[in-house]
Every structure is written in C-alpha cells, then in structure tokens.
C-alpha cells in the first residue's frame, strides 16, 4: 500500500527566503507526481506534474525533484512571498493500480 | 476553457439522508476521480471513472457510489448519511488513458451532516 509523508507539517519563514518542501513514498511503482497548493477552504491548484520518467520540472520561481530510487521528491520554491502561503500537497498516482494517495501538506506562511 | 465545476458548492443534510453530488470536467477529459477531505484523515481516493466505467475505488463503504455519463459528467452518492461523512468533496478531471493523468480539481462541494 502506498503511504506519502510531508514533512515538516507547517513552516513559517520570511518573504525573500529560498525553502524546500519535502514529500516521501514507499511505493518506487509510480506513474505520476503531482504537486498542487490549496488555499483555506478551497480546491486544489496543480502546480507541476513530474512523470515517472522524468527527474524535474520548472515553472517559474518552483521548480520539483523527483527520485525514485530514494522515494522523495522535493517543492524547491524560490524568493517566496506573502503570496505563497498556502498548504502545499503532493501526490503519487500508482503505476499498478492506479490509484492516487496524497500527503497531509505542508502549510506554509511567508511573512512580510 | 472552463475549469472543472461541481454543484452545489454548499450542502446541509440530516444523517440517514441521501445525497448526490455532481462533477463537471473540463472539456475533453475522460477521467474524473472523487475524494474526500476531512481535517483528521486529510485527502482520501474515492472512485475514479474513465469513459463511464469504474477504473478504481478506493476503501469507502457501499453507501459511496457514484456513476460518469457519455459526456463524462460524474455524479457521486452517498446514501445513509452519518455524521462523520461531513467534508470537501473534491472533484478531478484528467485527459486519462495515454493522454495522461494530470489531475486539475473543481472547488469542491462543502456536506456537512447534521
């Protein structure tokens, strides 16, 4: 069975700071990884997709890892902003059955 | 492009009540998946659909059902309402099959069981 971990629950840091975000699987049968944020109350926003193949991707100030081997994947965000608070999930899609399984998050705030 | 929709946003129901929800998803996306999100279990898989036919499910109980019409809308419901199925319902669309599984979600529809 497939278990996701995000570590840490919460981080707080100050606008400007470079931060990492970690998301940790048990399961290396992946088919995809998705990164998404979700404000209070809201739905989810897809942020990056890493397929199984692919090591990275890029879009803007983001930019996610994925490594297989070691089963991590990472949310590198750059010069964050106040903007930015929100809580930041990741998910695997399973290779196998193809079922996606999602982290707890990772709440972030970025004060001014 | 319209993004994924899902109506009612909002939702009040008493418990043993039965309730349908109801997903629309971006157009030209087959798949639509289901989830629930609750602050002590956090985002868990219901059912996913692909072209009207169930591909997964996930460990819910048979009051969780849920059907995808030709034009790949997707209804989900729950039957017997309990106090503890009160949460966000999240509704996904992707392309699905080889086009791939990228998941873009609707706003959710808020249940709350009273």
């Known amino acids: 069975k497939q278990e996701v971990t995000q570590i840490p629950a919460a981080l707080s840091v100050p606008e400007g700071e470079n931060l990492v975000l970690n998301c940790s699987f048990t399961?290396?049968?992946?088919?995809?990884l998705q990164w998404f944020r979700q404000d209070p109350g809201k739905g989810l926003t897809s942020l990056l997709l890493i397929q199984s193949s692919q090591r990275e991707q890029t879009s803007g100030r983001l930019n996610a890892s994925l490594d297989k081997s070691s089963g991590r994947s990472t949310l590198y965000i750059a010069a964050s902003q106040p903007g930015d608070s929100a809580t930041y999930l990741c998910a695997m899609r399973d290779a196998n059955a193809g079922k996606s399984t999602f982290g707890d998050g990772t709440t972030l705030t970025v004060k001014p | 492009k319209a993004g994924v929709t899902q109506t009612p946003r909002y939702l009040i129901k008493t418990r043993g009540q039965q309730v349908t929800l109801s997903c629309s998803p971006i157009?030209?996306?087959?798949?639509v998946s289901w989830y629930q999100q609750t602050p002590g279990q956090g985002l868990q898989f219901l059912f996913e659909y692909f072209s009207e036919t169930q591909r997964n499910k996930g460990n819910f109980p048979g009051r969780f059902s849920g059907r995808q019409f030709s034009n790949s809308r997707s209804e989900m419901n729950v039957s017997t309402l309990e106090l503890g199925d009160s949460a966000l319902y999240l509704c996904?669309?992707?392309?699905?099959?080889?086009?791939?599984?990228?998941?873009?979600f609707g706003p959710g529809t808020r249940l709350t069981v009273t």
């Open positions: 399961d290396s049968a992946i088919y995809n």
């Open positions: 157009s030209g996306h087959r798949s």
């Open positions: 996904a669309s992707s392309l699905g099959g080889l086009a791939g599984y990228e998941q873009y």
